[in-house]
């Protein structure tokens, strides 16, 4: 079996210590990427490929002090990012109303 190897204190409030945990890491991984000043971003989903693009244009324009084009920019990709959530949800509530819930057993549930 496990354990928890933390304080009374520490264990109080968990989601301010993952909170704090998370920009600590954030930031030191941040940190060492100005450093070499190369970000690794990854690949975009074909479906938000926009929302991607335009999110990377935000991030330099708030790095050249221009902050009202940044938030353009994070408003038309929020608007191409609902898109394709949308039509997913459509879909799983289209397949949760035709087909019968399968557990992780591959068996149908119990209906009755």
Not at 9 to 18: S, T
Not at 27 to 46: M, P, T
Not at 89 to 103: A, D, H, M, N
Request: negative net charge; contains cysteine.
């Amino acid at each position: 079996m496990g354990h928890v190897s933390l304080s009374k204190e520490q264990a109080a409030d968990p989601e301010e210590r993952l909170q704090r945990e998370a920009t600590a890491y954030a930031l030191k991984k941040f940190n060492a990427e100005e450093n070499e000043r190369v970000f690794w971003i990854g690949c975009s989903d074909f479906s938000t490929n926009r929302a991607f693009i335009w999110t990377i244009e935000a991030a330099r324009a708030l790095a050249g002090n221009k902050p009202d084009l940044a938030l353009d920019l994070l408003n038309m990709a929020r608007t191409r990012i609902r898109e394709p959530l949308e039509a997913l949800r459509k879909t799983l509530e289209f397949y949760e109303s035709e087909f019968p819930k399968i557990t992780s057993y591959g068996h149908a549930e119990n209906q009755s």
